[in-house]
């Protein structure tokens, strides 16, 4: 296996995104890989922009100085398009991301339900590993996170 | 005379409050229709519900049972932008049978031109995806049953959005040739000039981003220098058009600076490379202003019929873009090199 030089997390400002971005963080310290959180600009969020597009929101900050990242090792970066497809690119360039990182359930979404599911279409269709973090309800439920790992 | 499809199902339940796609968007287009006084030379086409049949040669089987079970579950919301409610599956097959219903009768009369006023907009769906408001590629089943006719359909996207969906849809059939014109960078982020095609469908995709603040000169600066070659050389029988009106001026979801005037000349340049009368249809995609909905609706319906100029809007000039237009021809001609030469490469014995 390649060494992980860069992790891509999908951060939509949603508690599952948070933990994600929480995991994402902790693991790349001890891999000492560098972090893309990446965020997708949908339609509806041209009507009302929720974030920055130069600079990181502040509860991301706030997680990143609570698990004490080096900054320089953190990227910020927002993009086009739905979640999946925005993620999905964010294994290509110039990302070039080794592996992506999504909350098991975004904003929105009904439990239970395949469709619509950011994480399962980034699992199925990426051509990079994925790590699904679960939510904590699932955590609760003593679920397990499910790996995609090549 | 113009074939327009009544909405026969009420598309009033596909509704999330708040949400710019809207059942008032029909109301204002039909205004726009209305605004026309046709008489006797307006057809009410009306729609039916599209069948499983018609809807598996563009979507996915499981994704169609399981929208079908998201919905009558009482629906929600899809992803971020997209919503369904209890209704709207069976509003989205009647938007879909709606645009079959209007070429099944242009094929009949041999005559006029559709207009397919129905919602949910479909471009932004794929085979097995909702997005962007999107449930089911209207205009790309409408083209798939054409294709199946053994026809060669020519889909002009003009919404300020890329059409993903019927992109992907149609990425490596060679039977349909996909033009795009949109804004980029802006969702749903694909639609770049190098996107051409797969490889049985080399040089059938062409893409014409644009800057934001581009007006119409740069549109059909981008319509003449780029798609019309190829559209030119391909020779279609059918041309359908994704007609998104959110590139309009006036409309919150973009930027580009288009008056209703420039979408009664891209009317015009579109409908001339129709091979001749009954061939042209029309569907609504995007288009979140009323007003200039309603003023473009009628201004481009107003010159495809001949009729004379629209006089409340002239058309735009003076945006940027048009070396971007330039720059765009030349990356899919780089583009098509590539491909066209990597496939002479596995070909080879």
């Not at chain 2, 086409?45 to 563009?58: D, G, M």
């Not at chain 2, 002009?156 to 019927?166: A, E, I, Q």
Request: hydrophobic letters at 40%.
């Amino acid at each position: 296996m390649n060494e992980l030089r860069t992790i891509a997390v999908g951060y939509d400002g949603s508690p599952d995104s948070e933990a994600a971005v929480r995991w994402t963080f902790d693991l790349a310290k001890r891999v000492s890989a560098s972090v893309t959180v990446v965020h997708a600009v949908g339609l509806l969020e041209h009507l009302e922009e929720t974030f920055s597009h130069a600079e990181m929101p502040p509860a991301l900050v706030a997680i990143a100085k609570e698990c004490d990242v080096d900054g320089t090792r953190l990227r910020w970066f927002v993009d086009d398009g739905d979640a999946c497809s925005v993620l999905l690119r964010a294994g290509a360039p110039p990302l070039d991301a080794g592996l992506l990182v999504v909350g098991s359930r975004g904003h929105g979404k009904r439990d239970g339900l395949l469709l619509g599911s950011t994480s399962l279409e980034v699992a199925e269709h990426a051509s990079t590993p994925v790590v699904i973090v679960p939510s904590r309800d699932m955590e609760s439920d003593a679920s397990v996170a499910s790996t995609h790992l090549e | 005379m113009l074939l327009v499809v009544n909405g026969t199902y009420d598309d009033a339940d596909h509704e999330d409050p708040g949400h710019p796609e809207r059942p008032d968007r029909v109301t204002a287009a039909r205004a726009g229709v209305a605004d026309l006084h046709l008489g006797s030379d307006l057809v009410v086409v009306p729609s039916h519900c599209a069948t499983r049949a018609e809807l598996v040669r563009v979507h996915n089987s499981d994704y169609l049972e399981e929208l079908s079970a998201f919905c009558y579950d009482g629906g929600g919301d899809i992803d971020a932008d997209t919503f369904a409610t209890f209704d709207s599956m069976t509003i989205a097959r009647h938007a879909v049978g709606g645009g079959l219903a209007v070429i099944r009768e242009l094929q009949r009369l041999d005559e006029g031109v559709g207009f397919v006023l129905a919602r949910p907009p479909g471009h932004h769906a794929l085979a097995d995806r909702a997005m962007g408001f999107c449930l089911l590629n209207n205009v790309a089943v409408a083209a798939a049953a054409l294709r199946a006719q053994g026809e060669r359909v020519l889909i002009v996207d003009w919404d300020v959005h890329h059409g993903n969906g019927t992109q992907q849809i149609f990425w490596d059939d060679p039977a349909v040739l996909y033009v795009s014109t949109h804004q980029w960078p802006l969702f749903p982020g694909s639609g770049t000039a190098s996107e051409v095609g797969g490889r049985r469908a080399i040089d059938r995709t062409v893409n014409v981003p644009l800057p934001a603040g581009a007006t119409g000169d740069v549109v059909r600066q981008a319509i003449d220098e780029v798609a019309a070659p190829v559209i030119d050389a391909f020779h279609p029988t059918w041309v359908l058009v994704s007609a998104g009106f959110d590139a309009h001026r006036a409309d919150p979801m973009a930027d580009l600076q288009l008056t209703s005037g420039d979408f009664a000349e891209m009317a015009r340049s579109v409908a001339d490379f129709a091979p001749r009368a009954g061939r042209l249809a029309l569907f609504l995609e995007g288009g979140y202003d009323l007003k200039a909905l309603r003023s473009s609706v009628h201004a481009t319906l107003n010159s495809i019929l001949g009729e004379k100029r629209d006089v409340n809007e002239l058309s735009s000039t003076g945006g940027p873009g048009k070396d971007q237009v330039r720059r765009a021809l030349r990356e899919r001609q780089a583009a098509v090199e590539i491909v066209l030469s990597s496939h002479d490469e596995e070909t080879e014995p």
